[in-house]
């Protein structure tokens, strides 16, 4: 099989990232209103996973250095730091919410956050705190509404600061 070069239309997949985040939060919202506390962590975190994505790619120069190569798609060669910023591996999100925070502050904070509340979305509650930092449901609510009130700040920020956000790539 022939393998083509192939470059990701970055601008396009950035502005599906942002709409994705804030559908994925609008979600996790009524899941809280209705009981469903580690459903909502989940959405939570799709939607902060989403975001990320969305930062990464509207500053794609910022990963280009770090993540050189291709990635093999199918019988496609994309970048690899433009796959990363596209897909945003979980195991990624740490380290690219720490890059991202030099332009974006607030970043790394809620990206540990969405992690621990990813956490706590598979396996549930635990007062002990080995196999998730968060003892209860009440804690997660808690966490959660602060969660989705300064993800939405955050993206209210950045989508309205995108037109000087480098797109270049």
Do not use: C
């Not at 192939?6 to 502005?15: D, F, I, P």
């Not at 599906?16 to 899941?31: G, H, M, N, P, Y």
């Amino acid at each position: 099989m022939e393998v083509h070069m192939r470059r990701l239309n970055t601008e396009t997949l950035a502005k599906e990232r942002l709409e994705e985040a804030i559908k994925e939060l609008d979600v996790a919202e009524v899941f809280l209103r209705e009981g469903l506390v580690r459903n909502a962590a989940g959405k939570v975190f799709q939607a902060w996973k989403a975001f990320l994505s969305y930062l990464a790619l509207r500053n794609v120069n910022l990963l280009q250095e770090k993540y050189r190569g291709n990635k093999r798609v199918g019988n496609a060669a994309i970048p690899l730091y433009e796959w990363i910023a596209a897909v945003l591996p979980t195991n990624r999100m740490t380290e690219l919410g720490a890059e991202i925070e030099r332009i974006v502050p607030g970043v790394a904070e809620l990206t540990a956050m969405a992690l621990q509340l990813h956490e706590y979305r598979y396996n549930g509650p635990d007062p002990e705190g080995i196999r998730s930092k968060i003892p209860n449901d009440e804690t997660a609510m808690v966490l959660i509404k602060s969660f989705i009130t300064k993800a939405r700040a955050l993206m209210s920020t950045s989508s309205s600061e995108s037109s000087s956000i480098n797109t270049s790539g």
